[in-house]
């Protein structure tokens, strides 16, 4: 079993649901991800989401957008990205981490090489927004031969055909999006989230995930009454870039959240 | 779109059905668009099999935009460089001015027999924001255009020609602020508006079926000059000669012409400042494949798959990527990719103005500079097709610019 799998199981035996922070890798600055990443899982963090830079991404708001721009500017690459995990993983080799990008870097770094390197590195899996399992099939090979997991994304536009198809493309969790729209949109629909998470555990076990629009310890509380696990993004995002360049003010900020998020999450 | 042509060989059929072309192509969104894009195939597959919505598009491509093109002999011009004779695919004459009429007008019109009653569009040189507003004007539907800042500072003319037309006009400040980073942009609105909303892309790009869908509505270009070189000189032509940004002009000629193998097409990119120089806009002669867009196909890219910076005086051609039918044409060796540099462009745009009074867009002046080389390796009674893809009345400011003339 992967690491992802085995937190799900563990949260599950407990009762817990779980807590998924996201931030952008190398944002502001390199030097801050990994401390960053050990603060977060010190927070409360079950799985850390960590974002690869891309210039053009497409599915971002325009908090992620620039978060991504900023670490751009010091040129952090995918396998920047991928040492940043091996540094994590010298001090916890427990925390499940999850890439999150474009599938671009992946492409041009070759689909072979990024699994090696991703599973010396001690990631456990990859979510890459822009390639559903229609166009997946070479790089789920390789992934599952270095027993990565692949995490796709379900849409409320998903009919049931496709999240059964997408479950059987995807392992660890599915990611469900709460709203049409990008990263860090506003309105959050708790009951339409409800129906779709009930209907994707229709026609699959994975646990699932919702993300987009959840910001904090309330909103938070209301998605884990039907979910497996919340993803926070944007909101934490948005203190890297108000606490931009101090590093320590950064780490408490993002704690706070994030504990007061836990605390939402534990009480429903 | 059924061809005439009969003979045993295998006919070109790309793309299969998941919008592969070889390698190229496909579908890469975002979750969201999936079901979005699955819609907007099923209904462009019904809308290009029934005879009531192809009439309309007849009439309006005719009544409208003014069809058919002439397809015109440049004989001064051919004199002058001594060899092939040039012939000009005049889409600089359509309403709008310039070819990216054919597609807006087909795509406001599946919009509109799917029900949605806004339009979105992204635009570099602003022609393709400019066609968008004018259709979208012309059925009462909401617009909105998605333009990089730095192209709004280039292009101001068409800026305020879309405002004129009603389209709100929005400055995208992300990333390069040029063609791509509006693309992102529109591609953001539409997952987020997707219910009432069609996005009207403007090249041959995007996932499938947009790279499809585009070069149908383009092909016209090609079936037209197909059945008028016929009639003007008895035969094919030997060389198609477009410019290539993202593709939609050169796709329209060519697609009619692929199956006839005697005619050789060459694409022409904006090689800038000069390939050597890194600054261009020249990712099938000088990129590497990736995925951007929503499409496999060349890019310009850094070693970490990053998209970068691209160079073109003509904004039209200013886009890292390319469309992924160009991409299979390139590596099968059916098309030739070539490039031209900043300052031959701008010779071109001069030459045609004063030899044939013809005043081309940048765009179109890459693919004239092409021509130029190519003529005189040709003999006299060859025949050279160049798409003239639009006119240059949108570029006077920027000419004059270069040339420290104000106006």
Known sequence: MSRIADRFAALRQQGRKALIPYITAGDPGPAVTVPLMHAMVKAGADILELGVPFSDPMAEGPVIQRAMERALEHHVSLSDVM????????QDNETPVLLMGYLNPVEVMGYAKFATMAAESGVDGVLLVDIPPEEAEDLLAVLKAQQLDMVFLVSPTTDDQRIQRIAAAGSGFIYYVSLKGVTGAGHLDTAEVEDRVSRIKRFSDLPVAVGFGIKDAESAARVAKTADAVVVGSALVKKVEEKNGAADKLETAISALLQEIRHGIDAV | MAKQKGNSEERYNLPDERGHFGQYGGIFVAETLMGPIQELNAAYSACMQDQAFLDELDEQLRQYVGRPSPLYFAERWSRKLGGAKIY?????????????????????????????????????????GVASATVAARLGLECVVYMGEEDIQRQAINVFRMKLLGAKVVPVTSGSKTLKDALNEAMRDWVTNIDNTFYIIGTVAGPHPYPAMVRDFQAIIGREARQQIQSQEGRLPDALVACVGGGSNAIGLFYPFIDDKSVTMYGVEAAGEGI????????LCAGKPGVLHGNRTYLMED???QIIPTHSISAGLDYPGVGPEHAWLKDSGRAQYVSVTDEEALQAFHDLTRIEGIIPALESSHALAYATKLAPTMDKEQIIIVNLSGRGDKDIHTVANIEGISL
Do not use: C
């Open chain 1, 83 to 90: 040492q940043m995990v091996a540094t994590f993983r010298q």
């Open chain 2, 303 to 305: 070693q970490d798959g």
């Open chain 2, 276 to 283: 050597a120089t890194g600054h261009h806009a020249a990712p």
């Open chain 2, 88 to 128: 000009l695919k005049r889409e600089d004459l359509n309403h709008t001015g310039a070819h990216k009429v054919n597609n807006t007008v087909g795509q406001a019109l599946l919009a509109k027999h799917m029900g949605k009653t806004r339009i979105i569009a992204e635009t570099g040189a602003g022609q393709h």
